[in-house]
Nanobody, 119 residues
Framework: QVQLGESGGGLVQPGGSLRLSCAAS????????MRWYRQAPGKERELVAS????????YAPDSVKGRFTISRDNAKNTVYLQMNNLKPEDTAVYYC????????????WGQGTQVTVSS
């Protein structure tokens, strides 16, 4: 079965950095688009970044451009989100996501990892 497992979250001070990891299994990882979402308290879940099977990256919010980098290691079936110069508004649960066509299009989600940016 499809499984996504995020790790790497934690508490950091503003200006700090974290690297999130998402370990994937149960599908052909190297052919899949992988995405990171986040959800802050009281807010909608939003797309943060995506990376195609060819390694083309997209960053959705202007606020993360230049600070966050999505990457993937197909040999490890893992997608990463490097987050630098973190700001309090980055505080959220970060989720790994993959859209797959298994009979029908379906989004698969990890359990999330908490990122808290606070002094």
């Amino acid at each position: 079965q499809v499984q996504l497992g995020e790790s790497g979250g934690g508490l950091v001070q503003p200006g700090g950095s974290l690297r999130l990891s998402c370990a994937a299994s149960g599908f052909t990882f190297n052919s899949a688009v992988m995405r990171w979402y986040r959800q802050a308290p009281g807010k909608e879940r939003e797309l943060v970044a995506s990376i195609s099977s060819a390694g083309v990256t997209t960053y959705a919010p202007d606020s993360v451009k230049g600070r966050f980098t999505i990457s993937r290691d197909n040999a490890k079936n893992t997608v990463y989100l490097q987050m630098n110069n973190l700001k309090p508004e980055d505080t959220a649960v970060y989720y790994c996501n993959v859209p797959l066509m298994i009979g029908s299009i379906r989004n698969y989600w990890g359990q999330g990892t908490q990122v808290t940016v606070s002094s």
